[in-house]
């Protein structure tokens, strides 16, 4: 059995839980012991009678409280749906890199679906260090966007609310007009591969937050191994730990 670095394990009681889109629930727990993380890192949650913890993206980290964006998907995500204030929870975290972000740069952030949790972290972090930057956001529908978060742009496919069209369609718009020094996002591998695409034709930086199935979450299994192009040599990375965070001309989009 893998045994993970003590400090990395924790004890949390819930404070808050709440239904804030037709598919998306947000979650706040706090932590016995002081709790630091980055934008991107993500915290991986022992859920009872289930062997894996499921990996979730950190989105807010406020007075030692640490919130969870996450959608229903199978029986990890339905036991967390039905926890109540005051339960306690088993975690680990804060795991993985995390972007870094330079205050000094205009920042570009794309959020797609669940993928915008690791971006709004980011966003609140790059304006408390005073930076410009601009958050852009897609979903499918009005009914899946999240009620407790503000976004500076919204784009759904149904045109329900905001843009009509996939975040896709306005990536270069939003290059065109803010023009952005660095550019970071989170969503489908598809929507990350595309916006990488985009940036490299218009010579922009760009960082992904990647999602990979999740075995140990430390670094130990090689489950979530992915391939880099770096200085001309292919080599292995883990997403839990080398990741999720990359540079997308780096990855090796499959
Ligand atoms: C770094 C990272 C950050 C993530 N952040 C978020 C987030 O902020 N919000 C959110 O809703 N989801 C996020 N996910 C996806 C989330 O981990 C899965 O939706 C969740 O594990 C599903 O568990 P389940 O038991 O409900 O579903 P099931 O489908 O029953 O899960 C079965 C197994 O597959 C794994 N799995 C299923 N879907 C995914 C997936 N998309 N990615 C990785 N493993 C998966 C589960 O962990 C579990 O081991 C993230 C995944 C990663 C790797
Ligand atoms: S999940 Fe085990 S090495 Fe990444």
Redesign the pocket.
């Known amino acids: 059995m893998v045994v993970p670095k003590q400090k990395k394990l924790h004890k949390a009681k819930i404070t808050e839980i709440s239904q804030v889109s037709k598919t998306?629930y947000y979650i706040k727990f706090k932590p016995e012991s002081l709790f630091e993380s980055k934008p991107g890192q993500?915290v991986s949650i022992l859920?009872p009678n289930?062997t894996?913890?499921?990996?979730?993206?950190?989105?807010s980290l406020e007075n030692n409280e640490i919130g969870?964006?996450?959608?229903?998907?199978?029986?990890?995500?339905?036991?967390?749906a039905g926890l109540k204030i005051g339960d306690t929870i088993d975690f680990l975290g804060a795991?993985?890199n995390g972007f870094k972000f330079d205050k000094d740069k205009k920042s570009l952030l794309i959020g797609a679906g669940?993928?915008v949790?690791?971006v709004y972290y980011l966003k609140k972090e790059i304006e408390k260090a005073g930076g410009d930057n601009r958050l852009i956001v897609g979903f499918m529908t009005k009914d899946e966007v999240p009620s407790n978060m503000s976004f500076d742009e919204i784009a759904t496919n149904d045109g329900s609310l905001g843009l009509k069209g996939s975040i896709l369609d306005y990536v270069e718009q939003e290059i065109f007009f803010y023009k952005p020094d660095v550019i970071y996002s989170?969503g489908p591998h598809i929507v990350l591969k595309t916006i990488t695409e985009i940036a490299q034709r218009h010579s922009i930086s760009s960082f992904v937050?990647?999602?990979?199935?999740?075995?140990c979450?430390i670094g130990v299994c090689r489950g979530?191994v992915i391939k880099l192009q770096k200085n001309g040599t292919t080599v292995n990375a883990s997403?839990?730990q080398d990741?999720?965070v990359f540079r997308g001309d780096e990855v090796l989009w499959q």
């Open positions: 998306l993500f859920c289930h894996l913890r499921r990996p979730f993206s950190i989105a969870v964006l996450f959608k229903k998907k199978g029986s990890g995500t339905e036991y967390m795991l993985g669940v993928g949790a690791p989170c937050a990647l999602e990979k199935v999740m075995a979450s979530c997403v839990c990741g999720p």
